[in-house]
């Protein structure tokens, strides 16, 4: 399956955010879960998960895109900062 780029629209004390993830999960309870996660990680709640659209990714390095579908240290290991690469230890 391929993957897609989700929203996860989430509120924090009144104020309003996104996150971006990716996955090829198309159960929506799951993704929703998924978005559910993302909030937290930033003490906050989400509200809904929708499909991306160009306006949202913006120019966002798309590998740096939280992929639910690998594991964490992979995560880090393919995210890039401006000057390069997450240094190691």
């Known amino acids: 399956m391929d ?3 989700y ?3 989430c509120i924090e004390h ?3 955010f996104i996150s971006l993830f990716k ?3 198309r159960n929506p309870d799951k993704r929703y879960e998924m978005g559910k ?3 937290s990680e930033w003490g906050g709640e989400c509200i809904e998960i929708r499909l991306a659209l160009g306006d949202d990714i913006g ?6 895109i939280w992929d639910f579908d690998i594991s ?3 995560n880090m290991a393919n995210y890039t900062l ?6 190691k230890g």
Do not use: F, L, S
Not at 82 to 87: A, E, F, N, Q, V
């Open 59 to 64: 120019d966002e390095n798309i590998d740096n």
């Open 14 to 16: 009144g104020d309003r």
């Open 72 to 74: 964490h240290d992979d």
């Open 82 to 87: 401006p000057d390069g690469p997450i240094p």
């Open 37 to 39: 996660n993302m909030a």
């Open 7 to 9: 929203v996860a629209d």
């Open 23 to 25: 996955t090829a999960e």
């Open 3 to 5: 993957k897609k780029i």
